[in-house]
């Protein structure tokens, strides 16, 4: 069983990747599960095999404790905590070759509070991966480029764990911006120049710091881009993830 956890900014298409994906991986006979790990989501594009939203219910949690939608996420990501242990069995239990785990939309719930390492480190046996997004339309601004960098860089120091990076919705952008965009994670020196031209003074600078801190940590890799909507470079993606996960082989023979 691996084990792929997708994670991204919010909107950035973590659920309808999901969905596309898993179906994609369907139509090749991979055995593929889908979990639903974001309390707060009201419509899926899928039918989940594992979903939080039967471990924690905001509504309640908002009723019971006089809480707004954002403390009642909060609190609930604490609470998911200690459902680890059952989560982990359904998980498990599903016996899939490939498990894609949805997370929620307001990712520091997942990626800096204690549930999500925690159930990443828990399901020790199997073998895993993150994959990351880059919204193409909110990337494509340098300076929010470099903020996304950081912030995939920051949910690596959390995991540990072997790490996709893909630029999503690139259906949403002309050629020539998608691109200029995967050119900056190519090439150091096309973003450098990038925020010279784009921004000015104390932004410039910051950026530009930033981005050093990035390089000279050597947390650089290439983006893939994608479609969920048009499936556009599914293909490449899923290469990447077997590459990863199973030595460029099949989930499911
Ligand atoms: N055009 C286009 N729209 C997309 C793509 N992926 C997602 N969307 C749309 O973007 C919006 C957000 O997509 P979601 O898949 O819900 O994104 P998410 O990251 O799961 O969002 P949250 O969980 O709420 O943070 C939806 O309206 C999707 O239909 C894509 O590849 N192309
Ligand atoms: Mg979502």
Redesign the pocket.
Known sequence: MFIVFII??????????AATFSEWLKMSKQDVALVNM?PG?QRLPYSPDVDIRDHVDIANLMEEYGLGPNGALIMAADLIADEVGKISKEIEDLNSDLVLV?T???MELFAFRASGPYIASELTREAKAIVY?FDAVFSINPLNYVSNLFLSAAVYNRFLLPQIHLL?????LPKEGVDKIVNWSANPKALESAIEQKLEGAKRLLSRNMLHAVYQLDLTFLLIP?????NDGIINFNTALERILARGDRYTY
């Open positions: 991204g900014t919010a909107g950035s298409g973590k659920t309808l990747l974001d989501v949805d929620p939309g307001q997004l999503s919705k690139c259906d949403l994608v479609s969920a909507k048009t």
